[in-house]
């Protein structure tokens, strides 16, 4: 019965939600209409902000030059933790990339070469056969062919150099951490609200505090990658450990287990699929930070995309760009492939050959006969540049063939949306009182989750007010609307059709996997060489970033509808279309709206990019304040996106939660 009252519920008019609301907005275009009686409540006055990125700026001066700590100075302190972590660094460095240097006598170096290219293919091919047999060996080899075959290498295995440190490194710290939260509430619900503002905060906004405290340099884009990539690895190994039946723990009590054998005993093993998900998380969100920690010396396949984008070269880019994909995908697989692994029951004797020390040896033999043939033959140490290929001349002249042909047709479209849709939004949104905006946020705060939701999206939002970041907030909020406005009407009806026939549905998988593991600077480049600098092409690589959410949440909302829905509907008569609009739709819509939740997160994640292509948001802060080293300017911009993201991921939550309430999906 409870489609039917889905299809014959009627539209309830909830005069307590819109008469608050005709009244503040009959406020708001008085106080506007008016503005020179009351200005203070139409603009943010200036005397009221509050400096806090000055104080912040002043704070990070006196801890690097005025803070003594006895034995040695902060400065001291930070530069001994990045010397330390150099140390790993230039050893896989100097493996991987730049080969050893070793001084017998002074004048007299001797140089051991890095390992050849075949070594590292074949070493990563026989890992893979070893973990899951010859579909993962070939995708795997595959993968790191193409670095060799398009010229990528050299700056793969720099990136690879710094992932293969950072990743043990951000996983362990977050593990422990985790663990730490795990057994202390009172430091989980210290926490939670960091985690928040650290997976909320624009990664450009790491950069700053990094580079000022770090130097600029490998082991300071090594430390901001850390920072970005930890906080999921904390959140996955609290949740991980927290679904361990409560019989398994009182198990290993009653045994005498101690916590320590407790913990490794049980809860690891236990809980390692989820655990993994947080080690995979971690890989992929290092992968994710290449580029823009290449701002700050990490150099690499990053660096390749950001001079790439720099000098409009759209092929170089996205060979880059494409490379950093496939090794994302590579060392994916190979994550999943040995968690499946070390999870099955029952391994003989022969698949465990190449374990442990047996591997090891392996691979240090591969190394050395490598380095040998290598001698004899260099074309297996560096593959010869004349046999590389390249496709880098077809995309330009690709996007050269467009904008000769299609300048006027495309220009056109970017002038319609630009005059007739974004421009008014920007207008209108820069105009409204910014007392109006707080008073609706906490008006649709309070109706959704009551006085503790409002006092929260209240605060979030004066916190923008009184640092001076209102005008920018509101572009930050016109540009991500409008991007998300049309990443659901592509994202949504994409979704349906896919939802309806088996055969799209796969290769909307296919393509929404391929975006979301795209680097978010390749999408640049084409929309800037197509439609140049500003706020419209902003808006393009803003949609073609953030539109996977709102497809798979589509997707997922429709194929988790209770099937003992559908069928009742059928029962009583309803046509596929019917089922389609007044059951599945509806009650599919908290999931998608959980989608475009999402696509809020990526939208925002990408303006800051956006910035250098011309916008004047939030993201445009950040990065000024990392051109210029300012770190109070740089934490308060982050901080305000942040406020953003929060914002809106609190009050899509909520109302997701009430509207499964209402069809009964959740007590």
Not at 207 to 219: A, D, E, K, S, Y
Not at 646 to 657: C, E, F, G, S
Request: with cysteine; hydrophobic share 55%; charged share 15%.
């Amino acid at each position: 019965m409870q489609s039917i009252r889905i299809l014959e519920t009627p539209v309830k008019f909830r005069w307590e939600l819109w008469l608050p609301l005709t009244v503040i907005v009959c406020i708001g275009s008085l106080l506007y209409r008016y503005e020179e009686l009351s200005p203070f409540l139409v603009k943010y006055p200036r005397d009221w902000i509050i400096p806090l990125r000055f104080w912040i700026s002043d704070l990070m001066q006196w801890l690097i030059k005025d803070f003594d700590l006895g034995f040695f100075t902060f400065k001291e302190l930070t530069r001994s933790i990045a010397w330390v972590l150099e140390w790993p660094l230039s050893i896989a460095n100097s493996l991987l990339a730049a080969g050893f240097t070793f001084s017998t006598e002074p004048g007299a170096p001797v140089i051991l070469p890095p390992a050849p290219w075949i070594a590292i293919v074949s070493i990563v091919g026989l890992l893979a056969f070893q973990l899951s047999g010859i579909r993962l060996t070939l995708l795997v080899t595959g993968c790191f062919l193409y670095l060799v075959l398009f010229g990528q290498w050299q700056s793969a295995m720099v990136t690879l150099s710094s992932i293969i440190i950072a990743v043990p490194l951000g996983v362990g710290i977050g593990f422990a951490l985790g663990i730490t939260a795990y057994r202390h509430p009172l430091l989980e619900r210290i926490l939670s609200p960091v985690l928040d503002l650290m997976q909320t905060v624009p990664v450009f906004a790491y950069l700053v505090p990094v580079l000022f405290l770090f130097g600029f340099g490998p082991v300071a884009a090594m430390i901001a990658t850390m920072i970005y990539a930890t906080p999921p690895m904390v959140r996955v190994t609290i949740l991980s450990l927290r679904q361990i039946p409560e019989e398994l723990i009182e198990y290993g009590d009653m045994a005498g287990c101690s916590r320590r054998q407790l913990l490794r005993k049980i809860q690891v093993p236990v809980a390692r699929n989820s655990l993994m998900v947080g080690i995979n998380q971690v890989i992929m969100l290092s992968l994710n930070m290449v580029i823009i920690a290449s701002m700050i010396g990490a150099g690499g396949l990053g660096f390749d995309v950001l001079s790439s984008l720099r000098r409009l070269a759209i092929g170089d880019g996205l060979e880059a760009g494409l490379a950093i994909t496939l090794l994302a995908i590579a060392l994916d697989r190979l994550g999943q492939a040995y968690n499946h692994r070390s999870t099955k029951s029952g391994l003989t004797d022969k698949s465990n050959f190449l374990k442990g020390s047996h591997f090891g040896a392996l691979i240090a033999l591969i190394l050395v006969v490598s380095w040998v043939v290598a001698h004899f033959f260099p074309a297996l140490a560096v593959f010869p540049e004349s046999l590389q290929i390249t496709t880098s001349h077809f995309w330009d002249a690709m996007v050269k063939w467009i904008n000769i042909n299609f300048f006027d047709q495309l220009e056109a479209v970017k002038t319609f949306i630009l005059i007739n849709i974004m421009i008014p939004i920007k207008r209108f949104l820069l105009s409204t009182p910014w007392i109006v905006v707080v008073a609706l946020i906490a008006l649709i705060g309070f109706r959704l989750g009551g006085f503790r939701l409002a006092t929260l999206v209240v605060v979030l939002s004066l916190f923008i007010a009184i640092t001076g970041l209102w005008s920018k907030a509101m572009i930050t909020v016109y540009l991500c609307g409008v991007s998300v406005l049309f990443a659901a009407c592509i994202g949504i009806p994409a979704g349906i059709l896919a939802a309806s026939h088996s055969g799209i549905n796969r290769v909307t998988h296919i393509i929404i996997d391929t975006l979301q593991t795209l680097p978010s600077f390749v999408y640049l480049i084409p929309v800037v060489m197509l439609f140049r600098v500003g706020d419209f092409a902003a808006m393009l690589a803003v949609i073609a970033y953030s539109v996977a959410p709102a497809i798979r949440y589509t997707i997922l909302g429709i194929e988790q509808v209770p099937t003992h829905l559908v069928e009742a509907a059928r029962a009583i008569g309803c046509t596929r279309a019917q089922i389609r609009w007044r059951v599945e739709l509806p009650i599919a819509l908290p999931q998608i709206m959980l989608g475009i939740n999402q696509t809020i997160m990526m939208a925002l994640s990408m303006l800051v990019i956006t910035a250098l292509v011309g916008t004047r948001d939030l993201g445009q802060e950040v990065y000024i304040a990392l051109t210029k080293a300012d770190t109070g300017r740089g934490i308060i911009a982050g901080i305000g996106v942040a406020c953003i993201a929060i914002v809106a991921d609190r009050l899509i939550n909520q109302w997701a939660q009430k509207k499964r309430m209402e069809f009964g999906l959740q007590s």
